[in-house]
């Protein structure tokens, strides 16, 4: 049976998964009228542009899915999970591909969710901030989902990325839990040209500024509401190191150029 719908909202914690968004679906059941349980023999559906497959039962009582898309474009993948009251967010532009893989077990009812779990990774992915123009590209990172139940928080685990800016790299892992006040633990290294930071927030005290910086940090810090606004949060711990590689500097109020910093 194919089917066309409205996705007015799709939502797991205080995370959205599909808002406002037009879908197809094509599903193929087995029913079982005495245990009232709904098994699909095919399920495919399309949420605009993004294509993922369903596989499963359904009864009156509990649910057993697996939804998986593959080659999803990252910019349909971006706007859908990030909330629309974050407007500057939403207006990044993004290329590449997400593979998906979600499971949904459990109990069904109005007083008990299902457990969701989801694995997820993004290949060669970019994001532009359209403002400034800042491209972070050569985006690799693979992470799960899970939502909350009785013996665990909701968290996103983003437990491997890679990627490129300010004509450097940074690696690491960020693990995020309980979304309506988000805590965020991560640790990060890598390294970025100086040049190309005043470049690109043209710092008003500075005139010039060249060489790299090479940093190893971790931190952890939470945000009391889940609009992660500036003055809402507090770093709770931080750690790491910085270092200096062939820094040069020069102040607006000076003729002096500091050379070779590390």
């Not at 998964?17 to 349980?37: M, Q, R, T």
């Not at 139940?149 to 839990?177: A, T």
């Not at 190309?196 to 010039?208: E, G, P, T, Y």
Request: proline share 2%; charged share 25%.
């Amino acid at each position: 049976a194919v089917s066309d719908l409205r996705v007015n909202a799709l939502k797991s914690g205080s995370l959205n998964l599909i808002k406002n968004k037009n879908a197809v679906v094509d599903l193929g059941l087995n029913i079982n009228n005495i245990n009232k349980s709904y098994t699909f023999t095919r399920g495919d559906l399309s949420i605009e542009t993004m294509n993922f497959n369903i596989g499963g039962v359904i009864d009156s009582a509990a649910i057993d899915l697996d939804i998986k898309g593959n080659k999803i474009q990252l910019s349909e993948f971006f706007n859908s999970v990030i909330d629309e009251k974050l407007v500057a967010v939403k207006k990044y532009q993004s290329e590449g591909l997400v593979d998906f893989d979600m499971k949904i077990k459990g109990p069904f009812s109005r007083v008990e969710l299902p457990a969701i779990d989801a694995n997820f990774k993004v290949n060669n992915g970019s994001l532009i901030e359209p403002e400034n123009q800042l491209k972070i590209y050569n985006i690799n990172l693979a992470g799960t989902y899970n939502n909350a139940q009785k013996k665990r928080p909701e968290k996103l685990d983003i437990n491997d990325f890679k990627l490129q800016l300010l004509n450097g790299s940074i690696q690491g892992h960020c693990l995020v839990e309980d979304f309506s006040t988000p805590t965020i633990n991560s640790q990060l290294n890598g390294d970025i040209d100086l040049g190309a930071l005043q470049q690109f927030f043209k710092f008003n005290s500075i005139k010039h500024l060249s060489g790299r910086a090479i940093v190893d940090l971790s931190f952890v810090m939470q945000f009391f509401d889940p609009q992660y606004r500036a003055d809402k949060f507090e770093v709770k711990q931080s750690s790491g190191s910085l270092r200096l590689e062939g820094m040069e500097f020069q102040s607006v109020n000076s003729q002096i150029i500091f050379q070779e910093i590390a």
